[in-house]
């Protein structure tokens, strides 16, 4: 789970997050809602370096400035200093899928994007449900989630400490 759909209410909001230890980014683009890997495409410096804002895609070290779909639309000085348009750089920051359930915003880097040795076939493989839906990999949990964190519900965080020493809480 990334964050809520919540926390990104207007056009161009956005959150940054982690996904598999990765820095990444979600933003609202109208009524939909796209991820990325946090990292410029240029000289890699990530684009988003506080928890929450609203803007453009732009990266704040050579001003890059990207679309909702990731490409680079935006480059300074483009044709004269790689000699093409920024769409014929092709330059394009890495994806994330995203996929909602209520207002919870889930995310999983697309399976083209993981490094393998080889493929894996078998069932139980974490990369079997990799091209399943969030809500077929969910299965019977989805509606219960779905109800609980429907939009109008406010989320509410609880934690505590729980003084022990390798044993589990009850």
């Known amino acids: 789970m990334l964050g809520l759909s919540t926390d990104i209410p207007n056009d161009n909001d956005w959150i940054r997050c982690t996904l598999g230890g990765a820095s990444v980014f979600v933003q609202r683009f109208g009524a939909s809602i796209k991820g990325f890997e946090n990292v410029c495409r240029h000289r ?36 004269k200093l790689f000699g093409v348009s920024p769409k014929q750089l092709g330059a394009r920051l890495r994806e994330v899928e995203i996929a909602t359930c209520g207002v919870l915003i889930f995310g999983r880097f697309p399976l083209q994007n ?3 040795s080889e493929p894996d076939t078998k069932a139980d493989s974490p990369l079997s449900n990799h091209n399943k839906s969030l809500e077929e ?16 519900i406010r989320p509410a965080f609880a934690s505590s400490v729980v003084k022990a020493n390798w044993r589990t809480s009850l």
């Open 44 to 79: 890699f410096y990530p684009i988003r370096t506080a928890a929450k804002g609203s803007g453009l895609v732009r990266c704040a070290f050579h001003h890059w400035i990207y679309n909702q779909e990731g490409e680079a639309v935006g480059i300074p000085q483009c044709k």
């Open 114 to 116: 993981l490094t393998r």
């Open 137 to 152: 990999y969910l299965g019977e949990a989805w509606p219960i989630l779905q109800t609980f964190c429907r939009p109008g």
